[in-house]
């Protein structure tokens, strides 16, 4: 094929700026979607994806494209991709693999957090950018606006800035005539050795893994032999194709620049690595790609079974589900209250949310998470420096020199007039306001360092409260300071249940102490004996609750008599309570796990 007609760009926007709209406006204008079968959101193929209206997972489509006003036929390789900040890693993964990217502000809402942020990842791989004002058919549209903020705060011209409306359809001609007029063909040589880079991968029952790749140098072809150069393993490829009209369509070869996928009867997940190079093993390339930075995750938690006889099939689950999502991590660990699971870690609190139904839904598993923790490091008395990412891993008080925590760059972009609310705000969350930047009339940006751990619960979801749904936020992770560190434990009759215990700053221990026993009194229910909850901080109990037993009418069967007969039956009573309370397991339903981690 002629590499001059082929364009390779994404999609990439803040949430809900209308991607996925604008992706299924071209699948229709492109004809790679039948009228008759057409809906929303065409590429969000998971049903957790249509239920929330945001997408997950970047999905790629290859398109035949007719301009009228070139007079040419164009092949365009389109990857719609995330906007949530849980998600930014999915969107620097699908930008890897493309020359440009469609940059969407919403016509209504204007910049957002998210748009900076994910401005700044296309510009870092070198792509040429196409600023696209979408929804201007909105009454609340305010175009004049919108255009003097991504000329000051993005840097582009006005005549460079396309107006368009995915829901009706109008710009999508002139975002494709000036996606194959600016974004650059893709560079690399037919002749050179084979290089490749693996950007993605699904499990697939029927196929086994498939494995997604973009040909940077030389072609590669069905029947032949492949090397993972970093992995250092040889597959023969069973199948080699491109993903068109939303199905698999298999080809005779893909060359440089062309974007595909192949299949080679893996069957096991962990054999592909994100990222690495794919080479001909007789005539391999010198050097193998840059692949991508290894992502740190900022959250993490322990997922465990509800029925132990499932850790197996969770085990296969989470591997099948790492291979479509890189930046979920996983690894065996123990608990006293759940037996064997897994410690995980994840880029935000809606990632672990979205991991959690994905596991249950997709592979049919009752599952418990504990409490969520950000990565603490500690520095001993002995001088070594150690990562704790769970409770059960922080030393003895008396073996800690230092404790510090991560703290995250917050950029958000809110209204003027609630800017004195969510900077006093950001000061309870213990946020140290950095600056302020006023983007027209109406729009402020605004910067703090804040602790990770103050933002990655309910953070986002108070800023859109108080700014009335227009704020908006991104964070990265930028430094580590010294904090004051507890472990808060929670004793259900002298016992610690693992479960609930959670590593937090000191003046904030004793109102989540009060605010954690009190719900679980409400969710924990009666038993045959006196439950009695505690939360305390070494030996320091700073909050008590009692759950009264269960009542039993020991001397229902005396009608009358002495009431020396009596005393002794409930003495009686009163024994066996006892003993039960000390040898009695409680038992804690499943909701009480999933309740303690909104508070």
């Not at 945001?54 to 489509?61: E, L």
């Not at 005396?558 to 009695?584: H, N, P, Y």
Request: charge should be neutral.
């Amino acid at each position: 094929m002629d590499k001059s007609l082929l364009r390779n760009f994404s999609i990439i926007a803040h949430i809900d700026h209308g991607k996925s709209t604008l992706a299924d406006r071209i699948l229709e204008v492109t004809g790679a979607v039948d009228l008759r079968h057409k809906g929303d959101q065409l590429l969000d193929d998971m049903e957790l994806e249509k239920e929330r209206g945001i997408t997950i997972k970047a999905s790629m489509v290859r398109l035949n494209y007719f301009s009228k006003k070139f007079n040419q036929e164009y092949i365009l390789n389109l990857i719609d991709t995330p906007g949530h900040v849980d998600f930014t890693y999915e969107v620097s993964k699908s930008l890897a693999a493309c020359e440009g990217a469609i940059l969407i502000i919403d016509a209504g809402q204007g910049i957002e957090a998210q748009t900076v942020g994910n401005y700044y990842l296309a510009l870092e791989n070198n792509l040429q950018v196409i600023p696209v004002i979408n929804k201007v058919d909105l009454i609340s549209a305010d175009i004049p606006k919108v255009k003097s903020q991504v000329e000051t705060v993005l840097g582009f011209k006005e005549e460079e800035i396309i107006l368009a409306s995915a829901k009706e359809g109008s710009g999508v001609i002139e975002i494709l005539d000036r996606i194959v007029e600016t974004i650059p063909a893709p560079a690399g040589e037919a002749e050179n050795p084979l290089k490749a880079l693996i950007f993605d991968c699904r499990f697939d029952p029927f196929k086994g893994v498939v494995v997604f790749i973009k040909v940077i140098d030389g072609q590669i072809f069905p029947k032949t032999q492949l090397k993972m150069f970093n992995a250092g393993k040889i597959y023969k490829i069973e199948e080699l194709g491109v993903f068109k009209n939303l199905k698999y369509s298999t080809v005779d070869s893909l060359t440089c620049g062309e974007v595909g996928y192949f299949t080679a009867n893996l069957r096991d997940p962990r054999e592909v690595v994100i990222g690495d190079t794919i080479t001909d093993p007789k005539n391999p390339c010198s050097q193998a790609l840059p692949g991508y930075r290894k992502v740190k995750p900022l959250v993490f938690c322990g997922i465990y079974p509800v029925n132990p006889a499932d850790f197996p099939e969770l085990r296969d689950a989470m591997d099948k589900l790492k291979l479509s999502d890189a930046s979920f991590v996983f690894e065996p660990e123990n608990s006293q209250s759940f037996g064997t699971g897994f410690r995980c870690g994840f880029l935000g609190l809606l990632h672990m949310e979205i991991v959690q139904e994905r596991l249950e839904r997709e592979y049919n598993l009752n599952l418990i998470l504990t409490v969520p923790n950000v990565v603490y490091r500690i520095k001993t008395k002995s001088g070594e420096l150690i990562e704790v990412d769970t409770p059960a891993k922080l030393c003895a008080p008396q073996d800690i020199e230092e404790a510090l925590e991560p703290y995250a760059s917050l950029l958000m972009i809110v209204p003027v007039d609630s800017i004195e609310a969510v900077c006093d705000f950001s000061k309870v969350r213990r946020g140290i306001f950095i600056s302020n930047e006023y983007l027209g009339e109406d729009r402020v940006k605004v910067v703090f360092s804040i602790p990770l751990s103050e933002i990655i619960v309910d953070f986002y979801d108070r800023i859109k409260s108080i700014t009335r749904g227009y704020g908006s936020m991104d964070y990265e992770v930028k430094e580590y300071l010294p904090t004051k560190l507890v472990k808060l434990d929670i004793l259900l009759n002298g016992q610690v249940c693992d479960a609930f215990s959670s590593l937090m700053f000191k003046e904030k221990a004793t109102l989540r102490a009060h605010l954690l026993v009190s719900k679980l009194k409400d969710l924990i229910p009666r038993q045959l004996f006196e439950v009695t909850i505690q939360a305390a901080v070494g030996s320091q109990v700073l909050a008590s609750e009692k759950i009264r037993s269960v009542g039993k009418h020991a001397t229902s069967k005396c009608s009358g008599g002495d009431i020396t007969r009596k005393r002794k039956l409930w003495e009686t009573q009163k024994k066996g309570k006892k003993r039960l309370k000390q040898f009695g397991k409680v038992e804690i339903p499943q909701e009480a796990f999933l309740e303690v981690l909104k508070i």
